[in-house]
């Protein structure tokens, strides 16, 4: 399974791939971030922010995309940016056909490290050493997209048990009146 | 000056096109509302925003989109899906080289009914005797992306005023350093 995480911002948006499978050794294929420019008007920064998306989905062609689930009520100032950068990203990959995933920071850290109150320094370690990598990524918002990325590889298989349950559940309900 | 206004939803997105210039009866071109059903995926609604949009552009050729200004602290259960819609809407426009300019509702409302605080019915009065309309268009989002692409048409000349009396100063600033 490979995976494009996204960690989705205006100024930088960390952009991550990661291959593997949960219960085995992941391996990281690459990390970044895509920059616009503060001073740019905002329909050029979100198309600069297209651009770069597109750059990673053609150079990585992942089979799903993890975007970070951005919340109203966090980061009043950002949350417009945040929200309209998450926007273009789950657009990209939408019209590629690619899997959104929406996963939630507590999520993500408690994926990675345990505790969902983690710091960013403990998700910067945690993706250091799954990743098996010899430095934390830089900026945060990469390793933030790596671990968006692991996060999805992990959680995966369980939301796929519970979709093939509620499918099995709803299957038998239905041949249960059938019958 | 032809002008496509862009109320941004993703249940429903209002989009309305008028040309006209400041100070002379304005035209109607063209209304209407791009839909997305609500049970489908994020990323499937962003994309249909996306091609309503284009449609628009392509249909219409505006030399400019007023989009409105969102603000995080309205309406939180519904600004994320707003934001998201109107980060499209300007990312088509931008991608053509199209100006986009945000407008405040409160900007909006006092440039057609002379106050911000205008409700829904007062805009759709006004939009319906400023375009010479037989009735106010239907739904409310159609009749504000009118009011939207009028509000343009209507600060735009004061907009460009300050733009050239901000250039004309800085280059007689200039001068007289030079000098």
Known sequence: MRVLGVDPGLTRCGV??????????????????????????LGHRLVAVEQGIEQWLDAY????????????QHNVRTVMGTAQASAVAMLCAARRGIPV??????EVKAAVTG???????Q???????????????????????????ICHIWRAPAQNRLQQAVAL???????????
């Open 61 to 72: 062609r992942p089979e799903y995309v993890a975007v970070e689930r951005v919340f109203s």
């Open 115 to 121: 505790s969902g109150r983690a710091d960013k320094a």
């Open 101 to 106: 995933a929406l996963h939630t920071p507590s």
């Open 16 to 41: 991550g791939v990661v291959e593997g499978v949960a219960g085995r050794p992941l391996t990281m294929l690459g990390v970044g971030v895509v920059r616009t420019p503060t001073d740019a008007e």
């Open 169 to 179: 559940h709803t299957a038998k309900a239905t041949k249960g009146r059938t019958a």
């Open 123 to 149: 998700v910067g370690a945690m993706v250091t050493r799954l990743l098996r990598l010899d430095a934390p990524p830089k900026p945060a918002d990469a390793a933030d997209a790596l671990a968006l990325a």
